[in-house]
Structure formats: structure tokens, C-alpha cells
């Protein structure tokens, strides 16, 4: 799903989500691995403030495990609990749960002392597009849940799912937006494709993958496409590409378009490696 966001989006999501998160405890948010400063939102620091919160770095498969784990690092200084994860997997759902409550452990031991034993806690899932908040929740979810429809008083309209005896998600994702006035988010969600990439063209998208790569991850583009050298100028290794892969014109000329499109492709769904295009603030190099 590729999203443009408009104000009229944001005030809206921003609302609902505003909304929705009085009726719960926890709130689950979702990171790209791969992107996880322009997959954040810093404004869920302010509508999730008295909340339990924790943060799932999704989409770990494509991401570089060694990034994944600074940033977790990163995270947890900053109070954060964290769980790298492939949201398509239910393997890794059971983990979840644990940090759930280690998150809700206050409110759990609150609501013990005033007597209040076995009450379920109330998650929901945020993030911005794309992140892979649908697929999460029908992972967790799975099919063992049980769908309750509206409590009186408390949930009227929403639908919970009951997955198990500990934990309720709110089954609607609260949707975050983008904070594009860094110009790198708007470069890193079109890289990844979780937006339209027409906020730059195609080849200064793939020609800043490509210096990205040659920097970060030397030897990425020689093993998959055979260029010749990387220190060339990203156009020309652009160039190479399509010669390789043979996308070429008419009179010869190479087809950048087409190998951008190629390169772009081939980095999203994994072919060249686990890449992770952000370290976190003080990261070694
Ligand atoms: P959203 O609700 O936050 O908007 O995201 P959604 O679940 O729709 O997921 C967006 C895309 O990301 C989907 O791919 C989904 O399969 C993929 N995805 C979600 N989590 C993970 C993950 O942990 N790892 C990987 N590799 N991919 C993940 P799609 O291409 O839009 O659809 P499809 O190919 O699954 O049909």
C-alpha cells in the first residue's frame, strides 16, 4: 500500500487515534526495522503519555541484524521495550505477549492491590503506513481468538480481540503519519516503498540507494550485479546495472528508469541483503 498524506488525513487519524487510545493501556508500536527514525512519529510520545508502551521493530528479516540491535539498544536508554520481529511469522507472537505485560506491569500490580484480579489488558497497534500493522494484528490474532463485539459503555463501536487471558487488542490500528520535515524520511519511505515515490524521481531515488550502498554495504552491488567498481559515480554504476541486466533502449542506450526500477525492486524484497538505511544518533560510523 503506498499512502500520500494530506492534512486533512493527519487531523483525522490524528483524532481517532486520540479517541481510542482513552479505552486502552498499552500502546503497540510498530517500526520498519530497515527505517526506524522515519517510521517514527515522535508525536505518539504525546498521545500515548500515560500509557504503557512498547516498540516492535518490524520487518526485522530485511533489516541489518547488527543495525536492528544498536537500535534496540538505542531504545531501551531511552525506557523503551523492544521486540525485533517478522509480523508474518506467528512464531515469534508468543514473545510479544511477555513484553505486553512486562510493559503493563505497574497497572497489573495497581489494579492487584485494589483487588482487581484477571482483568484483561487493553493493547492497541500504531504506526504509519505500511509498517505492517494489519498483518501483525491477524498474526497475533490468529485463529484461536475470539472476536467480542461491543462492550456496553466501554468499547461502543470498536471490536476487541480477545487473545488470550491476559491481553485484548483493539482490532482497528491507530494510524501515525509521517514527519516529513526531514527531507531523509521522505528518502528512506520511498526507498523502502511506503510512499509514492513521485516525491523524487526514480533515478535520484535508486542514484541514492546506490551511493548509500557503496558506502554502508561495499560489495552489495559487485556480488549482485557484477559491476565493475564501486567508487565510481552512482549515474554510471546506474548505467552498469542496466547493461547487465539488460535494460537497454533503442540506439544502445541504457534504460535507467528500468533498472532503477529493477534496483529499487531488488532492495525492498530483500535480494541484496539485510540493509538498514538509519543508525541511531551516535552510531559508530
Ligand atoms: P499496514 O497495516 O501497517 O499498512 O501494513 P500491512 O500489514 O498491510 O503490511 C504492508 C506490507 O508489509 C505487506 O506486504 C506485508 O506482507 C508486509 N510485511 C508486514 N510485516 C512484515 C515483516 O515483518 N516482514 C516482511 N518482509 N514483510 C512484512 P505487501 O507487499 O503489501 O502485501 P503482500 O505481499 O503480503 O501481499
Redo the contacts with the bound molecule.
Keep these: 500500500?503506498q499512502l500520500q498524506w494530506y492534512p486533512g488525513h493527519m487531523t483525522k487519524a490524528k483524532r481517532q487515534m486520540q479517541e481510542d487510545i482513552k479505552l486502552i493501556d498499552v500502546v503497540i508500536e510498530?517500526l520498519d526495522a530497515r527505517v526506524p527514525a522515519a517510521s517514527r512519529n515522535p508525536d505518539i510520545d504525546e498521545l500515548g503519555k500515560n500509557k504503557a508502551r512498547l516498540v516492535l521493530m518490524?520487518?526485522?528479516?530485511?533489516a541489518d541484524e547488527r543495525r536492528t540491535r544498536e537500535w534496540m539498544e538505542y531504545l531501551k536508554k531511552k525506557g523503551c521495550l523492544t521486540v525485533p520481529?517478522?509480523?508474518?511469522?506467528r512464531g515469534g507472537m508468543k514473545q510479544v505477549t511477555a513484553v505486553i505485560m512486562e510493559a503493563c506491569r505497574e497497572k497489573i500490580e495497581r489494579d492487584r492491590k485494589r483487588g482487581i484480579k484477571n482483568r484483561p489488558v487493553r493493547a492497541m497497534v500504531a504506526?504509519?503506513?505500511?509498517?505492517?500493522?494489519?498483518?501483525?494484528?491477524?498474526s497475533y490474532a490468529g485463529k484461536a481468538c475470539t472476536r467480542t463485539g461491543n462492550k456496553p459503555g466501554v468499547t461502543k463501536g470498536k471490536q476487541w480481540i480477545r487473545l488470550n487471558k491476559n491481553v485484548e487488542l483493539l482490532d482497528t490500528?491507530g494510524i501515525l503519519w509521517p514527519k516529513f520535515e526531514d527531507p531523509d524520511v521522505g528518502l528512506h519511505l520511498a526507498m523502502i516503498g511506503s510512499i509514492r515515490e513521485e516525491i523524487l524521481n526514480l533515478d535520484e531515488l535508486s542514484t541514492a540507494l546506490i551511493r548509500f550502498l557503496c558506502d554502508q554495504y561495499p560489495g552489495v552491488l559487485t556480488e549482485r550485479y557484477a559491476v565493475s567498481a564501486e567508487d565510481g559515480e552512482p549515474a554510471a554504476l546506474l548505467g552498469q546495472i542496466a547493461q547487465r541486466r539488460g535494460c537497454i533502449l533503442k540506439g544502445n542506450e541504457p534504460d535507467y528508469g528500468k533498472a532503477s526500477s529493477l534496483l529499487l525492486d531488488d532492495f525492498r524484497s530483500?535480494r541484496l541483503g539485510r540493509i538498514t538505511l538509519e543508525q541511531p544518533a551516535g552510531g559508530d560510523d
Design positions: 500500500m510498530l518490524n520487518k526485522a528479516d530485511l520481529l517478522d509480523a508474518r511469522n504506526g504509519i503506513p505500511n509498517v505492517g500493522k494489519s498483518t501483525f494484528i491477524n490500528p530483500g
